[in-house]
């Protein structure tokens, strides 16, 4: 009965996205959760909805939604989107590494900049804009096929970029300092890293949300943690359960009609509860 959903094309590219976001957010979410670095990958989240507003407003205002804009409406919102989150990540880089002492501050500024940003776009731009909400909570179940073929490239180069500066990653997101005194250029590593922060969370923005996608970025990681000290098996780990959370949410979402990106934040936050009592009830239980 379930599976009978999935005959339909919207199921198919809503799975399909699910698989490919799980992906990312496993790998990267496994650095974030290891270097500790959520409140930075918040900020980035949070300041990308003011490209989601920029491109809003260069497409319907500037363009006048005509040609290749018209034929893709959700384009220039991405491309926005991924423009701040990088710009973002690139400064909160700088920001962490030479300004310490004010970083959550700087952090929290361009946080909301970012949403204040956006906001104002969007008042500027003229027309209707229902689907908007969609970049704040997420609308799994419409993605499209184009927005799959983005997917898909994004994680392409998260894949190229970890497979080939794993190491220095690894050596990096548990030992700074030991990092630096091998002469490991510390600071590129960290902000590449926050870089590859800022296009995951650009493929999440579509499934869950902008406002929790941290939850997504850090749940599978942080269960998997509590199970793997390797960080290969965590990240192995993590692509799993956030296949398994991404594919509950999309079928609690199709069944009872709820809001995805709500319903896989729920999942994977009950599954997170669960993990870490049986953790806990098995260390008392030793």
């Keep these: 009965m379930m599976l009978s959903a999935f005959e339909t094309g919207f199921m198919r590219n ?18 974030v959760v290891v270097r500790r670095i959520v409140f930075i990958s918040g900020g980035i989240a949070h300041a990308a909805y003011g490209g989601v507003g920029l491109g809003y407003w260069l497409q319907y205002a500037v363009l006048s939604g005509a040609g290749a804009a018209a034929a893709r409406p959700g384009m220039w919102p991405l491309a926005g989107a991924l423009l701040f989150s990088l710009t973002a990540a690139v400064v909160m880089g700088f920001v962490t590494r030479r300004g310490r002492q004010r970083a959550d501050t700087v952090i929290g500024v361009l946080w909301a900049i970012g949403m204040a940003l956006g906001v104002v776009f969007i008042d500027l731009t003229p027309g209707y804009k229902a689907n908007l909400m969609s970049y704040l909570f997420g609308s799994i179940l419409a993605v499209s096929s184009w927005e799959i073929t983005a997917m898909a490239v994004l994680d392409i180069i998260v894949l190229l970029v970890v497979a080939l500066l794993y190491r220095p990653l690894r050596a990096v997101s548990f030992d700074e300092v030991f990092s630096e005194v091998r002469g490991l250029p510390v600071g590129a590593l960290h902000i590449t890293l926050l870089c590859l922060v800022a296009v995951s969370v650009v493929m999440m923005m579509r499934v869950v949300g902008l406002i929790m996608v941290i939850a997504l970025l850090t749940i599978p990681a942080a269960i998997s943690g509590m199970f793997n000290r390797r960080l290969s098996l965590m990240m192995v780990w993590a692509v799993v359960l956030g296949i398994v959370f991404t594919t509950a949410g999309l079928m609690a979402a199709w069944q009872w ?30």
């Design 14 to 31: 809503a799975l399909a996205a699910g698989i490919l976001v799980s992906i990312a957010c496993g790998i990267i979410g496994s650095f």
């Design 257 to 286: 009609n709820l809001t995805s990106g709500a319903a896989v934040i729920l999942s994977a936050g009950v599954c997170y509860f669960l993990a870490l009592a049986w953790k806990r009830a098995k260390g008392e239980a030793n």
